[in-house]
């Protein structure tokens, strides 16, 4: 959508255009490229805004199940145990370690199949309209996983990267 959009503002001719498509267009076809464009894109901002709501309530469900079956085991532990235990450690087992569950791996796992499905969507689509395309976006991811694997993981698991470059101070602090 975008590449035809910017020919047209670049002033590039639509006459290799199928004729139904520049039907479609009309007689203001930098107009209607245009909305078409602001159209998809407030679509998928509005579902990923309903995708994103999903997963949390879904993940904060599943929390809330599992702090309802922890504090249950807890309630029928022997008295001694509590008397042993500081509350507050029980408080902090139920809230943070329910949390870290269902945000760190439910909440990741949901935001990963989505984010997989998204790309296979996207790949499928390339394929059919460009496999040329599609083999070359496949090399090229191929490269760059191949030098974050071979390269920047070794790094940071050997505490070499600490900071992303750009953080970097350029100039000293101190002063001569």
Do not use: C
Not at 61 to 81: C, E, F, K, T
Not at 90 to 113: D, E, H, M, Q
Not at 151 to 176: C, N, T
Request: charge should be positive.
């Amino acid at each position: 959508m975008i590449a035809p959009f910017v020919g047209l503002l670049m002033g590039n001719s639509l006459s290799m255009l199928p004729k139904s498509l520049l039907e479609f267009l009309g007689p203001d076809p930098l107009k209607t490229v245009g909305i078409l464009i602001v159209v998809i894109f407030f679509t998928k901002a509005v579902s990923t805004l309903i995708l994103q709501g999903t997963i949390t309530r879904m993940s904060e469900s599943i929390r809330g199940n599992v702090m309802i079956r922890l504090l249950d085991a807890y309630q029928h532990r022997p008295y001694r145990i509590h008397l042993e235990q500081p509350s507050s450690e029980l408080i902090n087992r139920l809230v943070w370690y329910t949390n870290a569950f269902a945000n760190g791996f439910v909440g990741a796992s949901l935001r990963f199949l989505s984010d997989a499905l998204v790309l296979l969507v996207i790949s499928v689509t390339i394929a059919i309209a460009n496999p040329r395309a599609m083999l070359l976006l496949g090399l090229v991811l191929f490269f760059v996983f191949s030098f974050v694997q071979l390269y920047v993981k070794d790094k940071l698991a050997q505490g070499q990267i600490s900071k992303p470059f750009w953080r970097e101070p350029h100039f000293s602090s101190k002063m001569d």
